[in-house]
C-alpha cells in the first residue's frame, strides 16, 4: 500500500530508484541499516544548528565551545564501525573534523543568530498538493520572518555537491517547502528559498514566481500519477547508480543480490555446483550470446539504412529475394511530444487536456491513444485542435520488415 503522505525526499527515491521506494515506503522489510558518516555528519550539525538560533532567536548566544562539544557528543552516539565510508582515504574522523570546522565557520559568520523572528526550526507542515488528493509533506530547518516582513525557508547542505536554483532537485525541495508555508501561513506573499552549504561557505538563494510554482506543481503531480501506475501494475524496476552503496535493501535487490552471493562463495572457496555458481555460468553465457547480437543488429540498422535510400531513389516499397521479401514503408505521422523528448511541454500539454470539459484525465496522458481516439476521430473543436497544435510533433516514419518465405523465391 502507498504511503499516506509524501515528501521531497520520497519522491526523490523513486526518482532514482524505484525499486528502493518500493522497499522502503510500501513492503518495509526489516534490514540492517547502513549509516553513511556523510549523513550522519549533516544529522548532528543540524541538531546543533536547530539550538544555536532557537537560542538566538531569543537573544541568548549559545558559547562556541558549548556548541563544538554538543556536536561531539552526537557522534558519541554512533558506532563507528557501522559506518560505511565512501572511500578508504576517508576515516571516520576526517568526517568528524569536517563537521566541526564548518560549524565553527557558520558560527563565526553568523553570530549572534538573530535572524529575524523565527517562526520554526525543523518545522514540520503538511499539505494537500493542488487538484490532486496527495498529502505532502515538509521539513524545513528554519522558518524566518525578516525585518522587511518577508519570510525565508532556510535549508542546510553539508553535502560536497552544490546545486543552482535551476536545478530540479533545488526546485522540487524548496518548491515544496514554499507551497507547504503558503498554505500554513498566507498572510505572507513574500517568500526567499535560500539553501546555505556549509562545506562550501555559500548561499544559494531565489524566489518562485506564480508560474514556477504551478509548473512544480504539475511535475509533482505526474510523479505521483507515475509511483500510482506502477502501484497498480507493481513495475518498480531497479536502476543502478553510485547510490547504490548506500542504500539499506542492496542485499534484497534483485539487481545486486546476485553479487552479494558470488562474494560469499569466492570467501568460503565452495566447491561443486551451486545455484549460484550456475547463474554466474549463465550469466556468462548470456552476456557472449547478447555481444553477438550487438554485432548483428548494428548490420542490421546498416541493412536497414540502405533499403531506405534505395526505397526512396527507386520508388518502391518491396524487395524480393530468394529468401522472401523485405517491406518498406514511409510515412508521414503526427504524434504528441513525449515526456522524454520534453518534460516541460509534456507537463503543459496534461495541464492543457485534463482542463477540457469531459477529458479529466487526471493520470498521465497516453499520447497515442489520444491521438488514435480523440484527436483523429474529429473529436475537437476547432479551438481545442489549435490549442493542441504545439505540442504536435509532425515527422517521417519508417518501418522495415523482412518477410522470409518458407518456400524459396526463384526469378528465373
Not at 525541495?173 to 562550501?200: E, K, S
Not at 549463465?282 to 541493412?303: C, N, Y
Amino acid at each position: 500500500m502507498l504511503p499516506k503522505s509524501f515528501s521531497h525526499s520520497s519522491l526523490g527515491t523513486y526518482r532514482n530508484c524505484p525499486r528502493q521506494f518500493k522497499f522502503q515506503y510500501i513492503e518495509k522489510p526489516v534490514v540492517r541499516r547502513k549509516v553513511s558518516p556523510q549523513a550522519f555528519l549533516g544529522t548532528a550539525v543540524h541538531k546543533a544548528l536547530r539550538h544555536l538560533y532557537k537560542m538566538g532567536a531569543d537573544g541568548v548566544v549559545w558559547p562556541e565551545n558549548d556548541v563544538v562539544e554538543f556536536y561531539q557528543k552526537e557522534w558519541d552516539k554512533v558506532d563507528p564501525e557501522s559506518l560505511v565510508l565512501p572511500s578508504e582515504h576517508y576515516t571516520v574522523d576526517d568526517f568528524i573534523r569536517i563537521g566541526r570546522e564548518v560549524l565553527v565557520r557558520h558560527y563565526h559568520k553568523y553570530k549572534p543568530f538573530k535572524h529575524g523572528v523565527i517562526l520554526g526550526s525543523e518545522l514540520s507542515l503538511k499539505f494537500t498538493l493542488p487538484e490532486t488528493p496527495f498529502v505532502i509533506s515538509a521539513k524545513i530547518d528554519r522558518l524566518s520572518k525578516k525585518d522587511d516582513g518577508s519570510l525565508e525557508i532556510c535549508d542546510y547542505k553539508t553535502g560536497q555537491h552544490m546545486l543552482q536554483t535551476h536545478d530540479l532537485d533545488f526546485r522540487f525541495q524548496m518548491g515544496l517547502y514554499q507551497l507547504a508555508v503558503q498554505d500554513a501561513y498566507p498572510q505572507f506573499h513574500d517568500i526567499d528559498l535560500v539553501q546555505i552549504y556549509l562545506r562550501q561557505d555559500e548561499e544559494v538563494a531565489c524566489r518562485m514566481s506564480p508560474d514556477e510554482l504551478d509548473e512544480l506543481t504539475e511535475q509533482v503531480r505526474l510523479t505521483l500519477a507515475a509511483i500510482v501506475a506502477a502501484e497498480r501494475n507493481d513495475n518498480f524496476p531497479p536502476t543502478e547508480s553510485a547510490l547504490c552503496a548506500y542504500c539499506n535493501y542492496e542485499e534484497l535487490c534483485p539487481a545486486r543480490r546476485h553479487r552479494f552471493a558470488m562474494e560469499v562463495l569466492e570467501k568460503e572457496d565452495s566447491d561443486g555446483s551451486t545455484p549460484e555458481e550456475r547463474a554466474a555460468e549463465k550469466a556468462e553465457a548470456m552476456i557472449g550470446v547478447h555481444l553477438k547480437i550487438k554485432e548483428f543488429e548494428a548490420e542490421k540498422r546498416s541493412l536497414k539504412e540502405d533499403l531506405v535510400e534505395l526505397a526512396r531513389e527507386l520508388n518502391m516499397s518491396k524487395f524480393f529475394a530468394k529468401s522472401g521479401r523485405v517491406d518498406v514503408r514511409i510515412s508521414r505521422e503526427e504524434k504528441l511530444v513525449t515526456r522524454t523528448a520534453d518534460q516541460k511541454a509534456h507537463a503543459d500539454l496534461n495541464a492543457l487536456v485534463n482542463g477540457w470539459e469531459g477529458m479529466d484525465l487526471f493520470f498521465e496522458l497516453n499520447g497515442n491513444e489520444f491521438m488514435k481516439k480523440v484527436y483523429l476521430t474529429g473529436r475537437l473543436t476547432d479551438e481545442q485542435r489549435d490549442q493542441l497544435e504545439e505540442y504536435i510533433k509532425r515527422g517521417e516514419r519508417v518501418v522495415v520488415i523482412p518477410r522470409p518465405s518458407r518456400k524459396r523465391f526463384d526469378n528465373e
